[in-house]
Structures are given as structure tokens and as C-alpha cells.
């Protein structure tokens, strides 16, 4: 015992050159420099041999950790294995080997770990589930399948940390019809492996995470044993589908479960599922109810989650006393907090005090987010101030926040309801330079503007082209408005170009438009050709009301051959 004491006190003993034991350890490593020992001749060990006196666990566990180069970690770990002499009796521990291999994975050398591993016989489940969580995170799906096919023929039936480990992998990457069907093939059917508690929360967190909370909650009854996880996992599935009275009653048994009382996450959770249903009462009562539990109070992400609530309901004053009552709770509100308050007060139709809390929070050097200035920013194009929507996007790219493109597309639509459709035009081309690349819907609302506006022939042809450059092909509404712009515009071989053209996609001209065409061809003397394009429009579009149309096109012809 007393030897036992007096190693640790000698690993910090000064060494002859006045450095501790452990930097003389890497000086000595780095001078030695040992490379890959399975494709180089590794120096004389012997060398280490003065640190033998200084071996214990926590020293050879510092030393693996701290050098940089892994094949050094390797030499020292392979000397320290087998030390001459050993005046501890030292022996590699457990957790040394679980070091060296994380030093090992985490650089990737796969291959150096597992030789070492299977050299001292310690290739174990436990280390295998490491391999396939580290080849999981490289997004090497199939190596994982095959190292745990590997654990499963080696070690039947002692598989579990492997098997959650595959499991863990393809949760994160979304593939949960696989993981289910592991789960039932290798749990189920063959028996493989005994589930515990990790390996049933593992597959609800990813039912849950591509909507089969029904599923999750069968196997959630189904489980013999759970922990917090396990209830907490269920229970923010079940809210995130809105199915809170079901995550309820998961939370009361929850309650009534000795080993698992209700944490401030489930907590949290039920209230946030609750706000987002729109039931405030269930929320504030299950609030309360939190308070009044000594042993769990609430935090930041609690009160954010009512008041939230609270705002999206509309009830912003409520909101600020719930804020006020979270900072009596020595807790400090955010920006998310803040930024929940935007929200309720545009929803309450106060937009003035809105933008008066929006420059607050700036004055106060509040570190503002994209969705702040995002709720602030439509609020302004709500209000038929897209200029200064405008120039709190300038803002936000000045401060390296890149815009979205709701806020974007509200802008257009905010320039186009009120005909300024130069500034329109003028925002669409800088879009991209802002690093908010137009869609279908950003191009829709200017074409949409400038075809109704009339004259603006040269801009309304080159947003077009632009459209199409950006791959965003003409819709049936689109095709209908430029015909009927054109038209007006007198320029008929185009409308004829672009009927034929939107023929050809099978699609059917708006009643109104087609009209307006009709009208036009009949009044240059284009009557064969008006109907011409009608036959080819019934033979290719299959369905619309054709004689409604039909009565378009004789009232006209009717009426031009009258005149």
C-alpha cells in the first residue's frame, strides 16, 4: 500500500534535466520518433526503462493522451505492456486500453488498433462497438454492418455494445428501417442478442425521429426496465408529433416510477408540447406543477418554452411577466427569449413595439440571431416598408448572418404589391450575391408583377431568361400571364411562341388569359390559326373544361366575323 502511495508522488518529482517525468517521457518519445510498427522497424523500448518506478495507471493514461503523434502513444504503450523491470507490478488497466484505442480511431488508423487489440487478446464486444461508432461518424455504413456481423459470429449472444453500437450509427444517419430491421432480425426472430435498456431507447429515439412514434411507443410498453432516457426519448417524440396526451400519460408513469422521477427535461418537453398545440393551460399548469417540485426546477429552456408558448398565442404581456419571473429565479434571459417576444407582439399586431424591442435588444448588445432579424424583417414587408426590410438584411450580412430566403421572398412580393418594381428587379439580381440564391417562388413574384404592370417588356423577357438560366421552369400561371403581357403588349408572334411552347409542357392556359389571346389573334385576322392552337391544346391537354373554352373562342370568332 504504501508503494502504491509513494508512485504517484515520484511521477512528480523533478527529473535530472529539472522537467516532470511526463514532458521527459515525450522528449524522449520525440527524440526516439518510432513510426507505424507495421510498416517500420520500431527503436530499442530499453531506453524507457528509466520511467518503469513512475508506472501507474494515471501516469501511462496522461502519457497516451498527450502525444500528439499516435505511434509514439503505440511505443510507449507497447513498452509499458511489458516493462524490465516492473518494481509496481504494473499491468495495463482496462481503461488504458480503451485510451489507446480512442488514440488510435481518432486518427484513423483503424488496422494499427484492431492488430494491437487482438495481440493482447482484448479485441472485445466493447472495443468493436468503439470501431463501429468511429466508422459510423466517417459515414462508413456497410463496414459497421460488417464488424458487427464480425462480433455477432465471434461472440454470440455477447454482442450488446457492438449491436447498440450499429443500432447508435444508423439512427444518426437516419436509416431507422434498417435499424428496425436489425433489431427485429438479431432481437426477435434469432435471439442474438439481449436488449438492455440503451438498445430499446437507441430504436425509439430513431422512431421517433422519422415519425413512427406509434411504433416507438409499443416498444417503449414493451421494455422490462427503463431510465430517464428511455422515458425522455418517448416522451419528446410523442410532443414532436403532437401527440401530447399520449406523451402525458407516458409522464405520469414516469411520476409514479421510484427510479425515475420527471427531470427538467421531460418537464421541459411536455411544456414546449403543450405550447405548440396551443393548450397554454396545460402548460402553465404543468409549470406550476414543476415549481412546486422541489427537486427539479425549472431552467433557461423551460421558461423559454412557455413564453414562447405564451407569444405565439399572442399574449406577449404574460410573456414579459413570465420573463420577469425567470429572472427572479436568478436565471438571464437570451436572445431566443427575445426573439420569442418579436413573435408575440407581430402576432399580436403590435409591430411598432416589435421594432422598438428589436433596437432595444441591439442597444443592449444582445448578440442578435438570424431569426430575430428574420421575424423583424417580415415584419417590415407586412408593413409595406420593404426599404427598411432591405437594409436590415444589408445589416445582417454586414455582421456575417446570411439572409433566408423567406425574407427575401417577402421582400419582392412586399416591392411588388407596392409597384415598385424596379427596386423589385434590382433585389432579385443581388439576391445571390447575398448568398441567398432566388427559388421558383422569388422569380414567380416578379414575373407575376411585371407582366401585370405592362411596359416593362425588356425587364419582364430578361427576369425570364434568368428564371430559366437558374433551372426554374415556367409553371401553367406563369405561361398564362406572359401570354396575356404579350398580348397586350401587341406583341402577338411571342404569345403564339409561348402558347405553342406551353402546349408542349401539357399545360392549360387560365380561361381569362386564353380570352385575352383569343381576342387578340381574332382582331389581327388569325382566326385559323387561333383555332389551330385550340385542337392542338384539346389533343394534348387531357383534362379541362373544354367547353368553357370552347364558348371563348366561338364568342370571339362570332364576334369577329360580325364586325
Keep these: 500500500m504504501a508503494a502504491a502511495v509513494a508512485a504517484p508522488r515520484r511521477m512528480h518529482q523533478p527529473f535530472s534535466n529539472g522537467l516532470s ?30 520511467f518503469s518506478p ?23 504503450f507497447n513498452w509499458a505492456a511489458n516493462p524490465i523491470p516492473n518494481p509496481n507490478n504494473y499491468s495495463h488497466s482496462h481503461f488504458c486500453y480503451i485510451a489507446i484505442t480512442d488514440k488510435l480511431i481518432s486518427h484513423r488508423l483503424f488496422s494499427l488498433a484492431a492488430d494491437l487489440l487482438i495481440s493482447h487478446g482484448k479485441f472485445s464486444d466493447f472495443m468493436k462497438g468503439k470501431f463501429i461508432k468511429a466508422h459510423g461518424d466517417l459515414g462508413h455504413s456497410k463496414w459497421c454492418v460488417k464488424l458487427f456481423d464480425h462480433a455477432k459470429s465471434d461472440e454470440f449472444g455477447r454482442c450488446l455494445f457492438s449491436f447498440n453500437a450499429l443500432l447508435g450509427v444508423l439512427v444518426k444517419a437516419r436509416k431507422v428501417k434498417q435499424a428496425w430491421g436489425f433489431f427485429g432480425n438479431v432481437v426477435i426472430k434469432s435471439s442474438a442478442v439481449m436488449p438492455d435498456v440503451s438498445t430499446y431507447t437507441t430504436m425509439i429515439t430513431g422512431l421517433c425521429k422519422v415519425g413512427m412514434a406509434g ?5 417503449f410498453d414493451e421494455m422490462p426496465e427503463r431510465n430517464s432516457r428511455s422515458y425522455n426519448a418517448i416522451i419528446n417524440g410523442l410532443c414532436k408529433k403532437g401527440l401530447v396526451g399520449r406523451a402525458r400519460r407516458i409522464f405520469s408513469q414516469m411520476e409514479e416510477d421510484d427510479a425515475c422521477a420527471p427531470d427538467v427535461f421531460a418537464y421541459t418537453t411536455l411544456i414546449d408540447g403543450y405550447c405548440k398545440k396551443g393548450e397554454i393551460g396545460n402548460a402553465l399548469n404543468c409549470f406550476e406543477e414543476m415549481v412546486r417540485n422541489n427537486k427539479c426546477e425549472p431552467n433557461v429552456m423551460t421558461y423559454n418554452a412557455l413564453i414562447s408558448g405564451l407569444c405565439i398565442n399572442g399574449d406577449v404581456d404574460e410573456a ?15 436572445v431566443v427569449t427575445h426573439t420569442s417576444l ?3 407582439y407581430c402576432t399580436a399586431g403590435r409591430s411598432d413595439e416589435a421594432i422598438k424591442h428589436f433596437k432595444e435588444m441591439g442597444s443592449l448588445g444582445m448578440s442578435l440571431d438570424l431569426k430575430a432579424y ?8 407586412k408593413m409595406g416598408r420593404p426599404d427598411e426590410a432591405v437594409a436590415l438584411l444589408r445589416e445582417m450580412r454586414a455582421r456575417g448572418i446570411v439572409p433566408i430566403l423567406s425574407n427575401c421572398n417577402a421582400v419582392l412580393r412586399s416591392f411588388v404589391k407596392l409597384r415598385e418594381l424596379e427596386k ?3 433585389f432579385l439580381k443581388q439576391m445571390a450575391q447575398w448568398g441567398c440564391r432566388p427559388n421558383f417562388v422569388s422569380y414567380s413574384e416578379v414575373v407575376a408583377g411585371l407582366a401585370a404592370a405592362g411596359g416593362r417588356m425588356q425587364d419582364l423577357d430578361d427576369v425570364v431568361d434568368d428564371m430559366r438560366r437558374d433551372g426554374h421552369a415556367l409553371d401553367a400561371k406563369l405561361y398564362s400571364l406572359l401570354i396575356q403581357a ?54 394534348s391537354c387531357l383534362v379541362f373544361d373544354v367547353m368553357s373554352y370552347q364558348s371563348v373562342l366561338d364568342e370571339c370568332v362570332c364576334g369577329n366575323s360580325g364586325s
Design 21 to 50: 517525468v511526463i514532458p521527459a517521457v515525450q522528449y524522449l518519445l520525440q527524440y526516439l520518433n518510432p513510426q507505424n510498427p507495421q510498416f517500420h522497424q520500431c527503436p530499442n523500448p530499453a531506453k524507457l526503462n528509466q
Design 54 to 76: 513512475y508506472l501507474t495507471q494515471d501516469f501511462v493514461l496522461e502519457v497516451i493522451k498527450t502525444q500528439p503523434n499516435p505511434y509514439h502513444s503505440v511505443f510507449f
Design 215 to 219: 411504433d416507438a411507443e409499443k416498444l
Design 320 to 334: 414579459k411577466r413570465m420573463m420577469s419571473r425567470m429572472r427572479l429565479a436568478g436565471l438571464r434571459d437570451n
Design 342 to 344: 418579436l413573435k408575440g
Design 374 to 381: 428574420a421575424v423583424i424583417a417580415n415584419e417590415y414587408c
Design 424 to 426: 423589385g428587379v434590382r
Design 486 to 539: 404579350k398580348c397586350v403588349s401587341g406583341d402577338v408572334e411571342k404569345a403564339i411562341e409561348l402558347f405553342e411552347e406551353m402546349i408542349g409542357e401539357r399545360f392549360v392556359i387560365k380561361r381569362d388569359s386564353f380570352e385575352v389571346f383569343v381576342k387578340k389573334l381574332c382582331l389581327w385576322g388569325l382566326v385559323n390559326k387561333v383555332g389551330d392552337l385550340f385542337d392542338r391544346m384539346k389533343s
